[in-house]
């Protein structure tokens, strides 16, 4: 089935933590791609000029499967991990056409 619904999200991670933030961030995409049947896509992307701003892409079969992946162990173990690193983040959800 098509991805309908997409995911961007954005963390800004304190100066310092960048390297242990990305080894916990690939180990989230893994997870998610290998536990979640209707997580479709999860690509990870660092600015240029600045690497302590991430930016997720991420595609789900549909808004409901996104809320699985909310609602995941591991997505709940990463939050965990991660919220001490983050000084900020953004989360927008997205209906492809």
Not at 19 to 28: G, L, S
Not at 63 to 90: D, N
């Amino acid at each position: 089935m098509a991805s309908r619904f997409a995911v961007t999200a954005r963390f800004d991670v304190l100066p310092g933590k960048e390297a242990v933030f990305m080894t916990e961030m690939k180990k989230q995409a893994e997870n998610s791609l290998s536990l979640e049947p209707d997580c479709h896509y999860f690509d990870i992307c660092v600015d240029a000029d600045n690497p302590c701003r991430i930016i997720l892409y991420e595609l789900y079969k549909d808004a409901a499967a996104f809320e699985t992946h909310l609602a995941s162990r591991h997505f709940a173990e990463f939050i965990e991990t991660v919220t001490p690193m983050i000084s900020g983040k953004m989360i927008e959800r997205w209906n492809r056409q």
